[in-house]
């Protein structure tokens, strides 16, 4: 370091003599140039010539370099004694700062000069003393730092061997703490596990309410079984699973048998055999687990396990629960399974499971006694007969109204006298019974008469509540009452017409004879007068037919006899048949017949009835005189032909149109024209057409006319094997 | 003497009806030979042998059926021209009626005097 100084300091000094003797030795070039030049131009100006001034330049030359170089030299050796001195101080300085640097605070400048250097030098002389100082202070703070942490840790020395660990001691602690913790957690895991137990009983009592409501549901062995089955197979692999169940009256057994895993044989082959010597020896009280080995040889011997099974006879175990309900042996299941799959929670299980479906079968069977003599207590109250037929044909029940009304036995006998008085008249049981047992067809008998008693008879097939066909029913309904309050109103619709009209007939014929003058002669007020009588009694008898037709059509057994028809002849004899009414009324009326229309079956009796009724209208409620009527024939389409009868009368009010065809209905505008309509030739006409598939509608303009369609199938009417035609008007 | 007027049995038993057809009829230059029930009916017909007889259904002891059953056993009455006047509409009754051997079957209330004379004129000739 000290050399570095050295030479910082030397460089310095020699660095700035260099620089000015540069600057100078420039400067004098400069200078000498510029003083040749400025000279040679005087003496260029002064006149001299070329010699004189080459000479005075070059003495110039000489004279002001020489000068030049000295000056420099000088100025040179000058600058570096004056550098030389001022670098003492700084030499000084550096001096000290050396000193500092090495840690050595005690070094002062001696500075003899008192100009800006002592400042510098006091400064450095004052911070060397600071710094004396502090290093003393930071000395002495040490010194006491450290007693203090002396007399501390001195004292901690004593603090801590007052509270010595005793460390055995504490491991002691240690050991206990652990041990109550290992013991916590062993509890912990005690109370884990008894929460999972709990849990899963609770799952398992879940499960077997599930099953239990499940099984409630079903009232059918089968079913039950079935969900047994499926209740099992999720939480047991077994191999497979057996039922042995008496039926209600202990003469049918129901077996069934599951398999869950694939084996060559139905490994329960003779269950029923083993099952019922199972629960024979049950009885005698034998110890479960033997009755179980002995099941297991029963069922398959050691040989066959290896073959069905694919594993050891030991490798598998047989578990028997019996079901019972109210000590009574309803029946019993066994199951198959490995070994390792059994465990003492399904064993608890598979008990519940069996009380649970011991329950569900005896709740099955009460309740199904108790539905069944509701139904059987429902079945022997009814007025209806019931003859119940089994899927062999075979008559399973007969209640006492059928007993009754067809002398049938409730054990089946009478049933064929019944069968062949049925078949007197056509009706075919055996054939009905058949296709419902077989088919599930409903037929239907609409009258059957025997001994003077008439019946109802529907047959139907009868089906259980799981869908399952087993028999058919006859139900017998009585309808001798209805029947014979049927033939009273017949007869007082006979006896009616007969009464009604008799009198009637006295009254018309008398008068006629006056009118006629054939008893003698009449003056104008007396003819008139009888003249109204007539037509009075006209309307009378008119109304007792239409009222006789009303109910002949109504009971629905009017008979119809269509024979082949000519449409066009026939309306040309209805129209001449009221041509004197038109007459009368001076209405003309036109016929017109498009095209060739078809021979059709129809009543003429009834068809007469319907058109006389429509021309009939339309000539009476031709409002004015000189009306005109047009009626029309003509084929509609392929299946039908329309009749049309237009007048221009008084025409149908709108709000009055939809009840034109109403029984007894006449609008009021009708009733101001013609005082004697009844209201019933629309009703009977559209009854008439329409009982013949075909259809009567009218177009009408109040004050402008009215005209009424008739369509008719060209299929014609059917015969009808009825009791009744109409009252011909 | 004057040509025999036809002879018609008229079986009817309401009084009103039998005077009003009674009269007519002998207006119209026919006998009328009358009866009010069924037996008196084929006594009448037996006796009078008509030209036409003109029958009611509903009487009393026998009715128009029976009668006309029983004297189209006869040979000598079997070919009078029977015509039912009743007041039975019914297709069967009008069924039986000509089944039986009537020529026409005529509801009174339908038909006036002058109608029956027609009918009757007709089935004469």
Redesign the interface.
Known sequence: MIEKDDNLKSGIAIKITISFFIILLLFGIVIVSFSKIILKKELLAGGADQELLAETLNSFTLFSTSIITFVILFSCVAAYFIVHIINRPIKKLEKAAREFSNGNFNYRINVHTSDEWTVLADSFNDAGEEVKKLRKNEKDYNLKLENEVETKTSELKKLLKGVEFDKDEMDKQRAAILNILEDTYDAQQNIKDTNTSLQNRQKELEAIAELSKKLSMKIDIDGMMATVREFVGNFLDFNCLGFYIFSDDKNVKVVRRFLNKKTGVNVLNGLEEIMSDFLSQENKKEKKEEIEKSFKEALFGEQKSKIILGGNFDDFEVRTFKLVSGGNAMGAFCLLAEKNKLNKDIDRILNTISSAVSVAIAGARAYNVSERSKTESLIYSLSNGIIMYDEHQKVALVNPAASLLTGVKPDGTGMDAFLSSAKVQNVDFSYYLKEAIKNGKYSHVETLNINESYFEVFINPVTDAVKKRFGAALIIHDITQIKLIDRMKTEFV?VA??QL??????I???T??LI?K??GELNKDQQEYLENVYESTERM?RL??DL?NVTRIESGRL?I?PEPTDLSKFLKSVISEANPLARLKKIAIDFNSKGKIPVINLDV?LVRQVFHNLITNAIRYSGQKNGRIKISLKKHNAKNVLISISDNGIGIPENVQKRIFEKFYRADNAVKVATEGTGLGLYVSKMIIEQSDGEIWFESKPGKGTTFFVKLPTKGMKKIEG??????? | MGKAKVKIVLAEDDKFISKAYQDGLRRGNYEVIPAFNGIEAVEKIKAEKPDLILLDIIMPDKNGFEVLEEIKIIPELKNIPVIFLSNLGQETDIQKGRELGAVDYLIKSNFSMKEVISKISEYLK
Do not use: Q
């Open positions: 006979s017409s007969h009209r008799t009198p009637l007939t006295a018309k014929l008398f006629e004879m006629g054939e008893v008898v007792v037919n006789l008979s006899n009796n009791e009744r035609g109409l009252a011909i008007s």
